[in-house]
């Protein structure tokens, strides 16, 4: 089993970066692929970013536009997601996932075995 841990959200001014953090505890070693998924209530969750165990599949929602950064330390455990230049519609509840299988980074979250309590950022105007 796997349990993760998101860190690194807060309050922002609107074209300010945060950089998001989520540290994997348990059975890590086995190749996994990690995601980070966004969600504000009354809208479905949405796809942010993914990447895949050895980080040479990487996938961002098009509403990024070059904007986010994905990255995993596995010595670590750690997938880290770093925001800048960052808008109010950004505003939301992140959470980062992680599957069993290693399936190479999926936009669907129904791929994904394993998720965190989530971190709320938020972005002023």
């Known amino acids: 089993q796997v349990q993760l841990a998101e860190s690194g959200g807060g309050l922002v001014q609107a074209g300010g970066s945060l950089r998001l953090s989520c540290a994997a505890s348990?059975?890590?070693?086995?190749?996994?692929?990690r995601g980070w998924f966004r969600q504000v209530p009354g809208k479905e969750r949405e796809f942010v970013a993914a990447?895949?165990?050895?980080?040479?599949?990487?996938y961002y929602g098009d509403f990024v536009r070059g904007r986010f950064t994905i990255s995993r330390d596995n010595a670590k455990s750690t997938v880290y997601l770093q925001m800048n230049s960052l808008e109010p519609e950004d505003t939301a509840v992140y959470s980062c996932?992680?599957?069993?299988?290693?399936?190479?980074?999926?936009?669907?979250?129904?791929?994904?075995?394993?998720w965190g309590q989530g971190t709320q950022v938020t972005v002023s105007s």
């Open positions: 990447i895949s165990w050895s980080g040479d599949h990487i």
């Open positions: 348990g059975r890590t070693n086995k190749p996994h692929s």
């Open positions: 996932a992680a599957d069993d299988r290693n399936l190479g980074g999926s936009r669907m979250a129904l791929s994904y075995d394993y």
